[in-house]
C-alpha cells in the first residue's frame, strides 16, 4: 500500500474541520471479564444477537467510509475475540479500498487461540489491556481467574510478531498505582510499549467514585521520572494519543494517554461504530446516531454516507468527561463503546 494516499476530496468532515481517518468498531458488548472501571459486577443485559451488525454490514460501513477518506479500523468490543471468526472479518477489513490498517484492542485471554488467524489476515499492530502483574490483584480488577490466560495472551502477540504489542494500563488510586514502576521496568527486557491510560468516568460511577480513584497523567510522569531520571521523551507517532519514553537501552517504551485532558482533541479524526449499530461522535458525550436503521432498511451508499456525515455533524469541538460526569454521567458502560 502507498505511504501516502490522495486526500479524499470528499472526506467525512465535522463542523471544525477534523476529517474522520479513524473508526472503532465495536464487535460485540459481550465480555469474558469484568472490570471495575468498565463493568458492573452483574455485567449488563447483553444486546439482542439481531441487532448486533453482521460482518457484511460492518464491512459495508467500511467500505462506504473508505471511499471518503476513511483509513484506520481498530476492532474492539466488548471483548472483540468472544465473537466468532474475527480473523475472517479482519481478513475482509485489510482488503477494503482506503484502508491502510487494522488493529484490534483485546483483554488477550483469547488471542493465543485467534493470534495467528489475524496475522494471517493481515493485522499487525495489537493493544492488550493489562493492569496488574500481580495475579490475586488480576481477580480484584477483572473479577474473574484468568491472570495467566491474559499474559499467556501477550506472549502469543510477541512470538507471532505483532509490532508494536501495546500493553493499555488503566491506574486507579489506591488499586494498582504502586505498579507503575513494575511496569515501567517490564519494558527494559520486553518489547512492549505500555501506557498508562487516566480512568475515565464512564458509565455507573459517581463524581466522587471517580475522583477518589482518578490518578492524572502528571502524577505517573512524576512517579516515572523521579524513578528513571534519564527517562527520554520519544517523537509523537502520527495520530498517536499517548506520549511515550523511553528508559535508556530498554526494548520497550513507556507512555501516557490523557483523555480527561483536552489534548488531542484538536487533532481528533475518530469515529466509533458500536456492535449495535450507533455511530458516537465523541466518547464524552451522550450523543449517538443510529445507522442499523438505515442499513437494513435499504440504504444506498450514498445515504449510508450522508447518515455518517449527519452523525459527525454532532462532534463536539472537545471532550467534557468531567462536565458529563457532574451532569449525571454516561448513559453506555465502556464495553457497550469500545473504549
Ligand atoms: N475488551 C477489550 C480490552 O479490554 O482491551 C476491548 C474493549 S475495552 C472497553 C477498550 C479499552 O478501554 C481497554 O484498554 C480498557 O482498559 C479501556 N477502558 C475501559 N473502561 C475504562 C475507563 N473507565 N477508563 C479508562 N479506560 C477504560
Ligand atoms: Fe471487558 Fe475490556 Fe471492559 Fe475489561 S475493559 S470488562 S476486558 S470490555
Not at 142 to 151: K, L, Q, S
Not at 196 to 210: A, D, H, K, N, R
Request: charged share 25%; net charge neutral; glycine share 8%.
Amino acid at each position: 500500500m502507498p505511504a501516502t494516499l490522495p486526500l479524499a476530496e470528499n472526506a467525512v468532515t465535522d463542523p471544525f474541520g477534523r476529517r474522520i481517518e479513524y473508526l472503532r468498531v465495536s464487535l460485540t458488548d459481550r465480555c469474558n471479564l469484568r472490570c471495575v472501571y468498565c463493568m458492573p459486577e452483574a455485567g449488563v443485559p447483553y444486546e439482542d444477537l439481531d441487532n448486533v451488525l453482521s460482518f457484511d454490514e460492518i464491512e459495508r460501513v467500511v467500505r462506504v467510509l473508505g471511499a471518503a477518506g476513511l483509513r484506520k479500523v481498530r476492532l474492539t468490543g466488548g471483548e472483540p475475540l468472544v465473537r466468532k471468526n474475527v480473523p475472517e472479518l479482519a481478513a475482509r477489513l485489510v482488503r477494503v479500498p482506503g484502508i491502510r490498517e487494522v488493529t484490534i484492542t483485546t483483554n488477550g485471554i483469547l488471542l493465543p487461540r485467534d493470534a495467528d488467524g489475524l496475522f494471517a489476515a493481515g493485522i499487525r499492530r495489537v493493544n492488550l489491556s493489562m493492569d496488574t502483574m500481580r495475579p490475586e490483584r488480576f481477580v480484584e480488577i477483572a473479577r474473574r481467574p484468568e491472570y495467566a490466560r491474559a499474559w499467556e495472551g501477550v506472549e502469543a502477540a510477541l512470538r507471532v510478531g505483532f509490532d508494536p504489542v501495546k500493553l493499555n494500563c488503566v491506574v486507579m488510586r489506591g488499586i494498582n498505582d504502586d505498579e507503575i514502576l513494575d511496569f515501567a521496568r517490564l519494558t527494559v527486557d520486553r518489547p512492549l510499549s505500555v501506557r498508562f491510560l487516566e480512568y475515565m468516568p464512564i458509565g455507573m460511577v459517581s463524581p466522587p467514585q471517580w475522583k477518589a480513584r482518578y490518578v492524572s497523567n502528571e502524577a505517573v510522569l512524576d512517579r516515572l521520572r523521579a524513578a528513571f531520571p534519564d527517562l527520554a521523551p520519544l517523537s509523537d507517532e502520527q495520530g498517536s494519543t499517548s506520549r511515550n519514553f523511553r528508559i535508556p537501552g530498554a526494548r520497550g517504551t513507556v507512555g501516557v494517554i490523557n483523555p480527561i485532558s483536552h489534548r488531542f482533541c484538536d487533532g481528533c479524526n475518530r469515529l466509533r461504530l458500536t456492535a449495535n449499530g450507533k455511530l458516537i461522535p465523541c466518547l464524552s458525550d451522550n450523543y449517538e446516531y443510529d445507522l442499523m436503521a438505515p442499513l437494513r432498511a435499504g440504504s444506498t451508499d450514498g445515504e449510508i454516507l450522508q447518515h455518517a456525515r449527519d452523525a459527525v455533524a454532532h462532534k463536539p469541538v472537545q471532550s467534557d468527561f468531567e462536565g458529563r460526569v457532574y451532569r449525571g454521567g454516561s448513559l453506555r458502560i465502556m464495553a457497550q463503546i469500545g473504549g
